[in-house]
């Protein structure tokens, strides 16, 4: 491979703690190494900023819920210029954009990484089809598993043993990388046309609750020793009071320890906090309750988070949480679709338009606003937008453009038709903070690489890792107050190096890279307890059979398997 020296550039990388200095960033056989020979290649980056490639944590972007919403959405499949001849192929779609889109706009703001979180276990294998064809960038992706009836079962017993033994067999069938838990026994719930909104409403049939289930589900998770923390989508989302069910979830880690081999420190990440974070009792007195949320989650340092940003865009909302997208559809009325996935977990898809003359979307903009703000250690919190649920992930340069510049989002809010009640409802106005670019680098860089246990090659530029680099038009000595230049820098990379190769170059894809799909295998003692189990209810309720169950190998065939040995546990 080409060896390349990226010179005179602003370096910003939280792994080795440099904040902006002029460094040289030496490339060779795709990693940072400390120095080249004289026949580099060299970039000039003179008064350009550089980082590593960026991680998504939390994003919507292949399997059946997803190509549901390309398929009974075509008013969303707007096409666009971005092809480069012999290289790209033809793009589309705006919030549910095309596989190859995915790849491409992820790539041209600067990401190498994308988590792909709410995998259902009986159709991973299209997740993995989508995975597959989707250009450049690493993916994985999580397995839904708080709504699985061997997981109410076992922990219904209180079997944690059987339950980690199920999740390393599950991890294995699925190419899953980690826990996954959506509206933890709701789900399930929905079945009867019934909810959990409290952590301690009982899930019918069962009768087991969300505590329970999330408890149980961390505690497996240890068990297990899995690179990522327990990742879950809490309780009540999306109503006015729901501030409190989410510091009941989160109460539910105090004490709990993190066992693992991969550097994570916490042991539950809470995502798309924004719709978690809402006070009041109705849409009438709906407002702001991150302060309280976020007060809470920067004492207890065992957690992660990520915010769930409102874009104010029309975008298609897609979920494991089947009753809240049927209360969506009641509130708004626009298309409807949902699916039971026997044994597993559920799914549904509603359009949506965050209107910034309707004051909940306003108040949401702000909210998610704040969490980032309210946030004391960056490599806690990280950047979302729940692609495609509160926006589309290609809106993240604008939401840079707001969280790093007090005028940017003092005009967006000033403009809104409901503003003073807005600034009311919130207490975004009063918040002169402005995130820079070294916290930048440690909410879509290093924290991400390491609450997914990815940090010896991911979230940094140290030599020995990944030579995934970022270069952006955007000069730290001379930073833009400008919210439009902020947004038009983090849109369009100067380059773009994955794995040492340049695959974009002035905002243009020049090359597909060589990306790997990364899943976990876990190695755990004999249970034939488990694997009796599993037979019998293949037999008993599945639709398919158990040897045709798991992803074959062919489906991921660039893989990068993450070996844990749980054998001692």
Known sequence: ????????????????????????????????????????????????????????IHAHVAGPKVNA?????????????????????????????TVFKTGYA????????????????????????????????????????GNNWFILEYLKNQEIENTAAYIAWL????????????????????????????IHDPVPYFEITPAEITTGLMAANEYLGLPHSLHIHQNNLGNPGNYTTTIDTLKLAEGVKPKNNFGREQVMHSTHL????????????????????????????????????VTLDETTTMTADGPFEHHLHGLNHLKWFNVDVELETAA??????????????????????????????????????????????????RVYSWLMSKKTRDERLNTFKHADKVIGATNLAG????????????????????????????????????????????NPDKFPSDGAAIEKAFSSVAYLFKDGKICVEDGKV???????????????????????????KFLRYYSVNENNYPVPESYAPHQHIIAVDATQA
């Open 171 to 198: 991890l294995r069938q699925t190419k899953g990388y980690g826990i996954k838990s959506v509206n933890p026994g709701g789900t399930e719930a929905w079945a009867w046309g019934l909810n959990c909104l409290s």
């Open 431 to 474: 918040m002169d903070r402005e995130i820079t670019l070294y916290e930048l680098a440690q909410m879509t860089r290093a924290g991400p690489a390491r609450a997914l246990g990815l940090m010896k090659d991911y979230g940094g530029l140290a030599p020995g890792m990944n030579a995934d680099v970022a270069i952006y038009n955007i």
């Open 274 to 309: 924004q719709f978690h974070s809402y006070k009041g009792t109705n849409w009438g007195d709906f407002e702001s309750g991150a302060k309280e949320v976020m007060d809470y989650v920067n004492r207890q340092k065992n957690l992660t988070i990520d915010t769930g940003n």
């Open 69 to 97: 919403g390309r398929w009974y959405r075509p008013e969303d499949k707007h096409f666009d210029s971005h092809k480069t001849a012999g290289i790209t192929r033809i793009e589309g779609g705006k919030s549910i954009p």
């Open 348 to 397: 549904g898809v509603v359009p949506y338009i965050y209107d910034p003359d309707i004051r909940v979307c306003a108040t949401q903009w702000a909210i998610g606003l704040e969490v980032a703000l309210y946030a004391k250690d960056p490599m806690r919190c990280f950047i979302t937008t729940d692609h495609p649920n509160a926006g589309p992930f290609t809106r993240y340069p």
């Open 510 to 536: 020049v090359d597909m890279g060589n990306k790997q799909t990364f899943w976990v295998d876990v190695k755990v003692p004999e249970n034939k307890q488990v694997m009796h189990d599993i037979r019998e």
């Open 1 to 56: 491979m080409s060896e390349y020296i990226i010179k005179n550039g602003h370096v910003f990388d939280p792994v080795q703690g440099i904040k902006g200095d002029k460094k040289d960033i030496a490339v060779k056989d795709g990693k940072i190494v400390d120095k080249v020979g004289s026949s580099a290649k060299v970039i000039d980056a003179k008064d350009k900023t550089v980082m590593a490639g960026a991680l998504e």
């Open 106 to 145: 992820y790539a041209r703001m600067g990401f190498t990484f994308a988590m792909e979180a709410a995998m259902p276990p009986l159709y991973a294998r299209h997740v993995h089809e989508e995975i597959h064809d989707t250009p450049i960038i690493d993916e994985a992706a999580l397995p839904v598993l």
